[in-house]
């Protein structure tokens, strides 16, 4: 089999590159070596940014998402016994929109295989091959036999485990890492939100953070050490540690009730440079993770996604190669300011043990950022999303 360019992985990022590359008459073929039962049901991140939202329009995909996309103009941090609202319109010039990863992901599929794109799940990328070549060729297995699909260029978006990374030979990638000692037990439940935003929570048991992925269903989190199991924490337990962490007033409106969802989900951070290898680029979790504090996994995945579609776009319609000559160093700014957001958002929300001297520098500087104009401006224009150069936008 042979196509333009062989997407490796399933997943948000592979979809959207593929969507968008078929709009301008682009083959591809994605190979996801899940089904596509577990791809839909993966439950992950619900909140995307401005620029997220813009990709998905341009990719003809958005007509859920407006229909029930929650908009949301700012974003809480409590401390010390009180929330702090950041205005993100006024201090960011902008919103998100609060829309589950598990909804963008149906929606790319359906938008798919509507147009009869070539999607092969339960096949397994095994290696990518001669992707220093113009002839760079995908070795996957699929129905129980051993297949190979050969293409012009090779879009690595198989994430963190996937075999895109790992057939990169070590001594040409660099890979940069932090991993936290502790998790996110989450929770998905058919309540009402306990508030219209989302908070986030510093406090001397650990963090917590209340989201929603509607009216009516809400997504919890708290941070717990990260050899926990999900089979130690029964829903009464979590409501109650829950509503320990919030502040009262918020405490009090919490409504409760069975899980639908729980997971323990643990945090790192991780980039690898460089991003492209020959025919090869990397895309998502294939080439960084971020701790889901700041909501910049997906966001981010769609960023990689942008720069890589318009410079294939490019090539394929006017020969130009000077945006792919760029791809690693664009996509690589931007992934290190997200990263540093994420760290920094982490680390100032986190327990880190017992520490009582960096739990008062913590109370300290969330003090400062949430009282200060140019603070405010800060956490805002990082949370909201940052700008892409021109050639990209």
């Known amino acids: 089999m042979r196509t333009q360019v062989a997407i490796v992985g399933g997943g948000p990022a592979g979809l959207m590159l593929s969507q968008l590359l078929s709009l301008q008459g682009i083959d591809s073929v994605i190979l996801e070596r899940r089904s596509r039962a577990y791809v ?10 401005q620029s997220t939202a813009e990709l998905l329009a341009e990719a003809e995909v958005d007509g859920r998402l407006k229909r029930e996309g929650l908009v949301h103009e700012g974003v809480s941090i409590a401390f010390a016994g009180r929330r702090e609202r950041i205005d993100l319109k006024k201090y960011g010039n902008g919103s998100v929109i609060v829309y589950g990863q598990t909804e963008v992901t149906k929606d790319l599929i359906d938008a798919r295989l509507a147009m009869e794109g070539k999607v092969y799940f339960e096949a397994e ?3 990518v091959k001669d992707f220093d070549s113009a002839a760079p060729r995908v070795v996957y297995r699929h129905e129980g036999q051993e297949k190979e699909l050969q293409c012009d260029f090779v879009a690595g978006c198989d994430g963190f485990y996937g075999a895109s990374r790992k057939s990169v030979a070590a001594k040409a990638i660099q890979e940069f890492e932090r991993v936290y000692p502790f998790g996110w037990l989450g929770v998905l439940s058919e309540t009402p939100p306990v508030r219209e935003e989302l908070i986030y929570t510093n406090h001397e048991r650990g963090f917590a953070l209340c989201s929603m992925r509607s009216h009516t269903r809400s997504r919890y989190y708290i941070q717990v050490p990260v050899d926990d199991k999900v089979e130690d924490w029964s829903d009464q337990a979590f409501w109650d540690e829950l509503r320990r962490r919030l502040p009262q007033d918020v405490a009090e409106t919490l409504v409760t009730g069975a899980s639908i969802e729980k997971s323990i989900a643990p945090l790192r951070s991780f980039v690898v440079e460089p991003l492209r290898f020959g025919t090869l680029f990397l895309a998502g979790d294939a080439a960084h993770i971020v701790p889901p504090t700041g909501a910049k996994g997906l966001n981010l995945a769609a960023a990689d996604v942008r720069v890589l579609a318009r410079s294939l776009i490019a090539h394929y319609s006017h020969g130009d190669d000077s945006l792919l000559a ?7 700014d931007r992934i290190w300011k997200a990263e540093r957001f994420s760290w920094w958002l982490t680390n100032m929300t986190h327990r880190f043990g017992d520490d009582p001297f960096g739990y008062r520098i913590q109370l300290a500087e969330l003090e400062y950022f949430t009282g200060s104009e140019a603070g405010l401006k800060t956490i805002a224009e990082n949370y909201v999303g940052l700008p892409f150069e021109k050639a990209f936008a």
């Open 326 to 332: 760029r791809y690693s160093g664009v996509c690589l």
């Open 125 to 127: 990328c095994l290696a």
């Open 40 to 49: 839909e049901g993966r439950i992950r991140a619900g909140v995307l940014e």
